[in-house]
């Protein structure tokens, strides 16, 4: 697949949150291509450029780029008002909330707004690119028939890893439909974007969160039924695993997130290995949702 040309000369991204800014911000500065930024609030719009602008005076600061490499990442994100206004893009990538119904509309709506030969990638970390690529067939199209087919094909899971710009590797999912040229263009851009890339089977929470929030999960447990306390048990990982954090720290990423992917673990597999962690949700419900929210299993500042 090394060998393949992505071909992406301008792409579009969905959604200006962590995700979004993060695959904004490599897509411009590491694969050098003009990117079409929207998301329906302009308040995280202006969070998200913010957040580039940061990350790419950090890196001058550092010596890592000069300052007109900066400026030149910089220049190449525009900001759109609506998907229509990215009708010409080569590929887009959905980086909405981990909710199916959502990400569906989304799709159907690029089905409908973009040119018929994008590439239509997701960001979903844990749900079933196959159902979001049915979700793109035009109504009363048979799903297997060549137009159904061709429509569905061009839909790729493309998971990134927060944060973006530091996590070296990207999750390649192909749906049933994927074709191959999807999948190696896909394959492709993810390398410009100067990542490495592993592939998945189309399973629930594909390999990473299949392994992952169950971990987190059952830490979350342990904690709820008073085995340790938060600080012993990511203290255990930290120090007697090697980890960099703990499942508890690694959770305050974004616990509403968590809870997503292993709900979507739970309804895909009818596993109960995957049940989510009652103070999992009791948290979430509070809208104590990690490093996002200020407070999660730990208490956060702004700086």
């Not at 609030?41 to 990350?55: C, F, I, P, T, Y």
């Not at 994100?77 to 229509?84: G, N, S, T």
């Not at 971990?215 to 979350?220: G, K, L």
């Not at 930290?238 to 809870?259: A, E, F, K, Y």
């Amino acid at each position: 697949m090394s060998n393949v040309v992505h071909g992406i000369k301008l792409l579009g991204v969905l959604g200006a949150g962590q995700m979004g800014t993060g695959i904004t911000f490599v897509s411009a500065m590491r694969a050098k291509v003009p990117v079409l930024l929207h998301d329906k609030s302009k308040d995280q719009v202006a969070r998200g450029l913010a957040l580039m602008d940061k990350l790419l005076s950090k890196d001058v600061t550092k010596g890592r780029i000069r300052s007109n490499e900066a400026q030149e990442a910089r220049d190449r994100v525009r900001v759109v008002d609506a998907v229509e206004d990215m009708h010409d893009v080569d590929m887009v990538v959905e980086a909405v909330s981990e909710n199916l119904d959502l990400k569906k509309t989304v799709f159907r709506s690029f089905s409908e707004k973009l040119r018929p030969g994008a590439i239509l990638a997701t960001n979903t970390s844990s749900i079933s690119i196959t159902k979001i690529a049915a979700s793109v067939i035009p109504e009363g199209v048979n799903p297997a028939s060549a137009e159904g087919q061709t429509a569905a094909g061009r839909v790729v899971g493309l998971h990134f890893f927060n944060p973006v710009p530091v996590m070296k590797l990207v999750e390649l999912i192909s749906a049933v439909q994927t074709t191959p040229e999807t999948l190696a263009r896909a394959h492709a851009f993810a390398e410009a974007c100067g990542k490495e890339v592993a592939t998945s089977q189309d399973v629930p929470g594909f390999v990473s969160n299949a392994l992952l929030m169950p971990f987190i999960n059952e830490a979350i447990m342990c904690l709820e039924k008073g085995v340790a306390t938060r600080d012993d048990i990511d203290k255990t990982f930290r120090l007697g695993m090697n980890h960099p954090m703990g499942p508890l720290q690694l959770g305050d990423i974004g616990l509403d997130t968590c809870l997503a992917i292993q709900k979507t673990l739970y309804t895909g597999t009818s596993d109960s290995k995957y049940r989510p962690s009652v103070l999992l949700e009791r948290l979430v419900d509070a809208q104590w949702l990690g490093k996002k929210s200020g407070r999660g299993f730990y208490e956060y500042t702004d700086d």
